[in-house]
């Protein structure tokens, strides 16, 4: 990540106008679309029917969480073994897995990097991207295991591909069996995207980070869809342009993050999330156990408030620049300021906190639902998530952590 970032920098404000015009003509539908929200029984389902702390718990050594959380930098036996921990989560739920392999010249050396793309339905003609970086920082001298960055990011993905990944199953049936579905939403898939080398091997610079970002889109820049939908659509369209939107994670799971809306074409869509949150936070869905600091009228919002003035000011270099450069559409959900931990040997599991880790992972699971018009089932839940719960904050006190 990039930090010397001022938000009110010419140069930077310059950048944001002369992208303005690049908007790709044959961009995907990128508007603001009015979204359904799902019924509060809906929301309980989706909370509850698969635990939400499980895959980001670092005691129990199979979660997720735990098979991300080791050095892993690019071009490392171990930064391959966390890609191949993701790539055969989702291909046991039967997702399209690509890997974008390529070498790059860094400060210290070439070195080899793969992003993982995983796309529900590789035939739909568009996509939402959910994405983050899976590599971790390289420090000669200390261990860093990137907790926050992102290793966090890419657990909750997993477990949302996991989460959702029964509805849009119901929903490709309903449209295989010709039933009504909403046709806006009904040919978009979501993908998840891992990036590799994010961080940059000694200093940030544009040429020594993101490495995985700038190659893939480039690529998608010069890569026309092939699938019959999209023929069907006239226009040869490439991979770029069939995005709707990207929406970036980063630097998430320590406790009170802030996040800002930094671009007003997807103020809409910061608005949805934080709606989805309201509801949430409301509804008391961010308590579990004997947690009751995010108890309804306690919670604290992890947005910003957005006011007239928010505009095209700048933004963070991060993976999202060289899609944003091309036109693309973004959403980028990074706490600013970073979390006090950032690029220190204390972002390890210490810096993660249970509650605001099962409060993201909830509000992903409601905001793509409603995003991706899924119905989950209105059944009332079983008291099992909430057991689980409050076994694990048992454990957790008699841990102290
Ligand atoms: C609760 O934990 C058990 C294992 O301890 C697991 O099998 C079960 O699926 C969990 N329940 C939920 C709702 O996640
Ligand atoms: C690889 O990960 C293991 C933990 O699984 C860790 O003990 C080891 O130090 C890591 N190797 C490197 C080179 O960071
Ligand atoms: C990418 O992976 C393929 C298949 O494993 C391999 O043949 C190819 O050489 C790799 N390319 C790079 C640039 O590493
Ligand atoms: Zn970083």
Redesign the pocket.
Known sequence: MWTSLSFRFPLILLLCVAIAPHRSLQAASHDRRALKELSATQIATLV????PL?QLDHTNPSSHLSRILIPRVSGTANNTLVKDYIISTLRKLNWHIQEDNFTDTTPLGKKPFTNVIATKDPKASRRIILAAHFDSKYFSTEEFLGATDSAASCAMMLDLAEALDPLLEKRKKAQEAGEAVDDDVADTTLQLVFFDGEEAFVSWTDTDSIYGARHLAAKWQETYVTNDKQRLLGNPMTELSTIEHLVLLDLLGAPNPLIRSYFIDTAWLFDAMASVERRLGESGAFTYGNEKSMAPGKWKSYFRKRTKEDSNLGYMGDDHVPFLQRGVSVLHVITEPFPAVWHTPRDDASALDFPTMRRWNIMLRVFMSEYLNLSPEEVKT?R??E??ASKRSEAELSHGS
Do not use: L, V
Request: charged share 30%; no cysteine; glycine share 0%.
């Open positions: 509850s029917q698969k635990d499980q079983t099992a998530d057991q689980n």
